[in-house]
């Protein structure tokens, strides 16, 4: 694989390769590219732009690094175009101070922050009505932030192992039920290891039903077909047609929900 082999294109676009990272330049902006292998002879190139503003480029093994790049050249305007929109959605997102009057977000549904100081009470978290009361003894924002974090954690393996439950009839590749961990990810949604363990993001809880649905389909999938494929992708419709405007939207959100705790 050729290393640092610089590709001279038109202005504004500028390539160049660096082993299995790409990099090129929109205009005064070095954007960088990571390319990821698919099982696939079709010579299609798939490039993802992430919420969080990373760039994903997916090709064979027989596409060559200068196919790649000639890839990006086209779709560089739009690549350019979904970061500027990601970075308008993350600036619009204000950090969390845990303080009464603040927004919660639960299976896809607002709820008004409510903070109580007691210093009798049970220090605790409950969903009443359209709030969510979080009881301390003593206020502090670390404290808030802690208390809202496990009880996020806890519905989380609740709500995703109910709907793991309800799902994995339409996964009949699926001998038996995958394991499920929880995990805070700053970048991910899930994952599944090889051996069949899938580790979901507690923050998933605050997305609406079929956000949380697509995500649980999504891993089990990674069984029968580890990379994303085109036949990745046909299994994904196959369980789940419209897959692609529930993560649109899922994606449109995440800056929200990644937020906070």
């Known amino acids: 694989m050729l290393m640092n082999a610089a590709i001279d294109c038109s202005t504004p676009y500028q390539a160049a390769e660096q082993g299995e990272r790409l990099s090129f330049s929109y205009g005064d902006e070095r954007i960088d590219v990571e390319r990821v292998s698919r099982n696939t002879n079709t010579g299609r190139v798939r490039i993802l732009v992430h919420p969080d503003c990373r760039i994903e480029v997916q090709a064979g093994a027989n ?27 993350n600036e619009h997102v204000l950090a969390p101070r845990y303080v009464s009057g603040e927004s919660c977000y639960y299976l896809g549904k607002q709820y008004l922050l409510k903070v109580t100081e007691l210093a009798t009470q049970k220090q605790q978290v409950k969903l009443l009505g359209g709030q969510l009361h979080v009881s301390v003894r003593q206020y502090a924002p670390e404290l808030v932030c802690s ?9 989380a393996k609740e709500v995703f192992s109910r ?17 499920i961990r929880i995990l805070t990810m700053r970048t991910q949604w899930g994952s599944c290891s090889p051996n069949g363990r899938i580790t979901l993001n507690p923050h998933l809880v605050k997305a609406p039903r079929d956000c949380i649905d697509y995500v649980i389909l999504h891993e089990p999938c990674h069984i029968a077909e580890h990379n994303h494929s085109e036949r990745f992708y046909r299994l994904m419709g196959q369980i789940m047609p419209g897959w692609e405007q529930i993560k649109e939207r899922l994606d449109g959100m995440a800056g929200v929900y990644l937020s906070g705790t």
């Open 163 to 179: 709907r793991l439950e309800a799902l994995l009839e339409q996964t009949l590749w699926v001998s038996e039920r995958p394991p």
């Open 63 to 89: 596409v060559s690094q200068l196919e790649v790049l000639e890839a990006l050249k086209k779709r560089a305007r739009w690549i350019y175009q979904q970061l500027r929109y990601f970075r308008s959605l």
């Open 147 to 155: 208390l809202l974090h496990e009880w996020y954690k806890a519905r």
